[in-house]
């Protein structure tokens, strides 16, 4: 074991509840500013005690509308709550418009509450690379509760499942036939579906329909996922959506599934950032080198197809390097 | 896909204070920052000066643009930059856009609002400006 070192100043500040420390560790997280490394490790056996709640589903469908709707609910039973909206940074420019803090209504002199954009940053699944990291600084914050919004997700965005502890699916009425449902993906992460939007019709139609599919979608535990119908607009089904997000937590506690989920999600991380790791010193390794000048200039001019190239530059460049086994 | 660029997106955040509901210009501006590359948090209508200054905090921005309509500008704008000064967050500049007299746009400068821009300015300047006003990352 290495010697344990001092605990870092921005740590310190974090676990006495400094807002303005904690919103700008969140920033160098954000932006993989080396400096962070020593804090996260000060800070990690600290976490572990917020529950982690999912909001995610297509473009649209109300979730930053419910993520308000829960907070008010949370905060009047005294809990404190750290909230993250990711939004999609655009593929073109970079920039990013976040939008997810006008649905939210809050005195802001409450200190119960810290809200948080993140910009996905070329990230896919609808989370960011660094939400992770944050979830985990809220948690050392002292946060009981994360609510963490996707981004607006297509069916195969479940990243969001290896992250929260509880995923709440938001879907609306109509939103398409039933063989949307039969697809791989979104439905399959599921703890909890919410059908929102519940004031319009067909909502009772797709309720049914979902409750129907929950029975014949198979999971790895005993868990049978809920489906609750909710309306921010009407202020209905709040209650019911919370009390089935904490029951899935209290399964969760109760059948040993947490120790075995949160190993699966702690395995997913630490092979994550390796592969961030790998893949970054490996590119660099390549990148702008005369080599791989000159294999381009092979597959210009159709001499050699891409993947040729890339197995080439593989073989000199790293595959030697494997240790024998 | 884009090429990552090295540096870290600016921040910034863009919301409209008082009670005029007519948030077309400050969209307009959100839009074209975004596509200058920014992370821009829109906080949209009828913010107080608390909720703006709690958001800039918050959201650890680099800059915060104010749209104002209403004429309760020469309340409202050095009721945020106390609230800046008071929570030690004076380094986070302010720019301004709306209906603002130049008498009134004057002292705003005065008081410490970076720049102000009335109808008629060019998005290309807003974004010139934002960029070069915009908190240098330390």
Known sequence: MRRRPPVPAAARAILARDRLALARLITKVENRDHG???????????????????????????????????LQLLRKAGKRVGVIGVDPSSPFSGGSVLGDRIRIDRDPADTGIFFRSMASRGHPGGLAAATRE?????DAFGMEVVLLETAGTG??????????????????????????SLKAGLFEIADVFCVNKCDLPGADGAARYLA???????????????????????????????????????????????EKGN??????????????????????QVEGSPELRRLLDEVEARRLDPRAAADSLYERNHARRRPRS | MARESRRPPIRVLIA?????????GAKIVARALRDAGMEVIYAGLRQTPEEIVESALEEDVDLIGLSILSGAHMVLFPRVLNLLRSR???????????????EDARKLRKLGVKAIFGPGASLEEIVRTARSIARPRT
């Open chain 1, 36 to 70: 962070v490394a020593p804090v996260l490790q000060a800070l990690y056996p600290h976490t572990g005690r917020a529950a982690v709640i999912g909001l995610t589903g297509p473009l649209g469908v109300g979730k930053s509308s419910l993520v308000n709707s829960l």
């Open chain 1, 155 to 180: 069916q195969v965005d479940v990243e969001i499942g290896a992250v929260a502890s509880t995923n709440v699916v938001v879907l609306v009425p109509h939103l398409g036939d039933e063989v949307q």
């Open chain 2, 16 to 24: 409209k204070p008082g009670l005029d509901g007519h948030d077309r």
């Open chain 1, 263 to 284: 190993r699966t999600r702690l395995e997913a991380e630490v092979l994550e950032l390796y592969r961030e790791r790998i893949l970054a010193g490996a590119v660099a």
């Open chain 1, 134 to 138: 944050v979830v985990r600084l809220l």
């Open chain 2, 88 to 102: 030690k967050a004076a380094r986070i500049p302010l720019f301004a856009g709306g209906i603002i007299p130049d």
């Open chain 1, 212 to 258: 129907e599919l929950v029975g014949l979608t198979p999971r790895s535990d005993a868990w049978r996922p809920r489906v609750v119908q909710a309306s921010t607009v009407l202020g209905t089904g709040i209650d019911e959506l919370w009390a089935a997000v904490e029951a899935h937590e209290a399964y969760l506690r109760t059948s040993g599934s947490f």
